[in-house]
């Protein structure tokens, strides 16, 4: 009976499981702060559920009596789809504002526009009518630092000046990162993905969806993503879009005073915010659905589609990336893909499993590191030493010093004749006469050579500083970085396929679909395949994944090979470990999250789990007609559970019910303010009726009947614990007791489900956090 017992009633004393009615007979007004959870607590699903179901009863029968309480009812029918165009719209505006924030910050480590200093590079180009189109990139207006410094931009001078400028930039950037994390905001760091999973568990993390949490996080999300570390903005955006439902769940009571229902709220603005994100609304919503939710009614999978939708308006609105797309790498490609190519998907799909596999026990052996070690002590320190490294090793290579969503979108490309890409520097045949959409193989040339080799480099690179990267104290995405990495392995597939087709076109494997002069292979394509293959190897999506990556790119058609590249990607990488990253991470941090998909196949009994054990104390329980106040508040004092069973007596230990903690401290509190003649020598009656006090100068009985919970979930002491655990996943339990023919034997919290799951698994059972 331990801390996850049990910590709060509902939102006023008056609704409780077992229907309504007032705390004690003297009682008519609320308790102030009585709906709150403790921190580091787990909700009660079943009475959060409850609570609900009898505030909506009180609804639909006032709003019988008057039209003015009719128009209320509908008021707060249609609360939630008001919330949830807030949630939208603010979410949208925000990931606009971050994603042209991050876009003028990425370019001023390297220049700056004099026409407008807060114009990125591409826009300080655009709006000058002196570009040409071989030199798009180039335009007087936009100068490079040393160029500005010292009037030269060629001379290796300038290199090293730039060179030196690009890396303070990104010092710099990453200097203000963390520390704004440290001292406003300590919870604004990672992902943020881990904990909202936990949280939309039932989990209680008090601030971490907070106003300051917020506004920090959007601000490092800015700074960190420009300072070139090798992260993206797809997960905090995740919490950003969570922090925006919680801000305005506070606005409407039926949310802020009810736990249960603020996370199908919560489950909402998960997906509007891998909406914008991605610019993927219904990938958002299946991301949600499978990903991150616990609980997914119908009702939310509705609101989710429409937050994600309004979302993905907003963004549009903004056209943060001025291609009236909601994303910076929408591609379209002009060929099918054939048969044969599905072997290299799937080799693409191994190296994905591979991938996550080796990213998962690296990431997590490093952070385990940074957890027990004197590592842990210099967040600050850690941070600038990663970003220098980074910065150092990424300028040289032209693929690792741009952004990273710029080197996917570049991947991805098509090769058509408007290409200006080192990636795209084929030998042209003079003879050639063909439609521009419709380009022939060719051998590649020089540039294309060069390109394969920098980003081999680039590859190693981004695959080695991502594992000590994630996870540092910066908002810090893994979406970007993982597809990065399998879109340089796609890419450099493609590119060699798409040689050898060329250049051996009459072998039995391409005879069929590879004419001389056809245009055959898309290497961009195999670099969208590469990219899923590795996202999903590292989140283990599937279904999402898949939706998300041709909302991406407009692929419909290529649906097949992603698929078949996220199923082996997800099918090797479960062969060295079920769990993936996001998992990885509740499991380091100890959360108590009883994951739906883990499968509890030992032989145990509920007695097994239970307790007190054999050398532990007796059960701390109250009995139903002989407990004074002074026995309550002693046994409050003395220990910190957050519930105890109320028995018949010490001798025949027949349940009764149960009682929360917090419902008695207050019940008591209140009584000996408002009620006279109760004192500490007061008996405590739960009881349907209390014997009537024979001298006025006798203590008054205190009546408690109306705070116990009459039939709280009980099992018996042969029950299986796989059917336990299944119980505390579907109903969202946070304690259940273990009866014998109706006489209580002991008690079972989450947190000993979990610490026992963690014991059967072999790992360290203390792990489990603990209050």
Known sequence: MDGDAASSTGATPSEEINGT???????????????????????????????????????????????????KGLLDAWSGWVVMLLIGMLTGTLAGVIDLAVDWMTDLKEGVCLSAFYYSHEQCCWTSNQTTFDNRDKCPQWQKWAELMTGHSEDGGAYVLN??????????????????????????????????????SGFIIRGYLGKWTLLIKTVTLVLAVSSGLSLGKEGPLVHVACCCGNLFCSLFSKYSKNEGKRREVLSAAAAAGVSVAFGAPIGGVLFSLEEVSYYFPLKTLWRSFFAALVAAFTLRAINPFGNSRLVLFYVEYHTPWYMAELVPFILLGVFGGLWGTLFIRGNIAWCRRRKTTMLGKYPVLEVIVITGITAVLAFPNPYTRRSTSELISELFNDCGALESSQLCDYVNNPNMSRPVDDIPDRPAGPGVYTALWQLALALIFKIVITIFTFGMKIPSGLFIPSMAVGAIAGRIVGIAVEQMAYHHHDWIIFKNWCRPGADCVTPGLYAMVGAA?????????TVSLVVIMFELTGGLEYIVPLMAAAVTSKWVADAFGKEGIYESHIQLNGYPYLDVRDEFTHRTLATDVMRPRRSEPPLAVLTQDSTTVEDVETLIKD????????????????????????????????????????????VVYFTEDAPQVAEAC????????????????TVTDHTPMETVVDIFRKL?????????????????????????????????????MFN
């Open 21 to 71: 009615g007032n705390l004690m007979d003297f009682l008519d007004e609320p308790f102030p702060d009585v709906s709150t959870y403790e921190d580091f607590h787990t909700i009660d699903w079943l009475r959060e559920k409850s609570r609900d179901t009898d505030r909506h009863r009180k609804i639909t029968t006032k709003s019988k009596e008057s039209y003015w309480e009719l128009i």
């Open 533 to 541: 293959a590795c996202l999903g190897g590292v989140t283990r999506m």
């Open 732 to 768: 969202g339990l946070r304690q259940c007791l273990v009866t014998r023919s109706g006489r209580l034997l002991g008690i079972i919290t989450k947190k000993d489900v979990l610490r026992h799951m963690a014991q059967m698994m072999n790992q360290d059972p203390e792990s489990i």
């Open 698 to 713: 006798d203590p008054q009985p205190l009546k408690l009947r109306r705070i116990l919970n009459l039939s709280p979930f």
């Open 163 to 200: 060179y030196f400028l690009y890396i303070l930039w990104a010092l710099l950037f990453s200097f203000l990162a963390v520390s704004l994390v440290r001292v406003f905001a300590p919870y604004a760091c990672g992902s943020g993905i881990p904990e909202i999973k936990t949280i939309l």
């Open 639 to 682: 220990t910190d559970y957050n519930g105890f069973p109320v028995v018949v007596s010490r001798e025949s230990e027949r349940l009764i019910g149960f009682v929360q903690r917090r419902d008695l401290t207050l019940a008591i509190k209140t009584a000996r303010q408002k009620q006279e003649g109760v004192v500490s020598s007061s």
